[in-house]
């Protein structure tokens, strides 16, 4: 089946620090692969996607995801971490053909001072 | 730009009644996806419309049903609400069938449905 997993529910990362969040997914082809972030009673906003091409990808607030063929993975990542990135992260995928977007069950990320 | 609109922020009801929730995409996405976010449940499909027909449907019962209207607007009707059906109901759109199927969903902010 097609599917998108996060095996983290819960990161805890100390603010400056370097950030990063798993997601592997189960297609049977390249998906379209997206990452969304949701602060408390919002809704979701994209940070980047993936459709094809170059594997890194560079989105907003300074994120960036690599997808890796090898290890169906599209991890998400940011080299410093600031307080205001405390919030939810969600991994998503499409196979195409107006097929729906699965998406993972969600990191909550926690920043420390 | 504006975004995805959603209608009410919040809404409170009782068990038994009904839940009409509105949806009003970003100008020119035609398809529009209700999702159902319940507390450590994670993002669960509902439903999808595009060109005011319903596209695709996730496992959820038939109290849940919805339309979308000549605008593209759309709305999310619960019946027979049960407490379980508290949750934070989100609307996305995308451009649409046809206009790029590897197009992000934009969300709006979600209403938040309390069952009492």
């Known amino acids: 089946a097609q599917s998108v997993t996060q095996p983290d529910i819960h990161i805890t990362v100390s603010e400056g620090a370097s950030l990063e969040l798993r997601c592997n997914y189960s297609?049977?082809?390249?998906?379209?692969l997206f990452w969304y972030v949701q602060s408390p009673g919002q809704g979701l906003q994209l940070l980047l996607k993936?459709?094809?091409?170059?594997?890194l990808v560079q989105g907003i607030k300074g994120f960036e995801a690599e997808f890796k063929r090898s290890q169906s993975s599209f991890n998400l990542r940011k080299p410093s971490v600031h307080w205001s990135d405390a919030a939810e992260y969600f991994c998503?995928?499409?196979?195409?053909?107006?097929?729906?977007?699965?998406f993972g069950t969600g990191t909550k990320l926690q920043v420390i001072p | 730009e504006a975004g995805v609109t959603q209608s009410p922020t919040h809404l409170i009801k009782t068990r038994g009644q009904q839940a009409t929730l509105r949806c009003s995409p970003i100008s020119g996405h035609t398809s529009v996806y209700w999702y159902q976010q319940a507390l450590g449940l994670g993002l669960q499909f509902l439903l999808w419309y595009d060109e005011g027909e319903e596209r695709n449907r996730g496992n959820f019962p038939p109290r849940f049903s919805g339309r979308q209207f000549p605008n593209y607007s759309s709305e999310l009707n619960v019946n027979a609400l049960e407490l379980e059906d508290s949750a934070l109901y989100l609307c996305?759109?995308?451009?649409?069938?046809?206009?790029?199927?590897?197009?992000?969903?934009?969300f709006g902010d979600g209403t938040r449905l309390s069952i009492l």
């Open positions: 993936y459709f094809s091409g170059d594997t």
């Open positions: 297609y049977g082809a390249t998906p379209y």
């Open positions: 996305a759109s995308s451009p649409g069938v046809g206009r790029g199927d590897n197009q992000p969903q934009h």
């Open positions: 998503a995928g499409n196979s195409g053909g107006y097929q729906k977007v699965t």
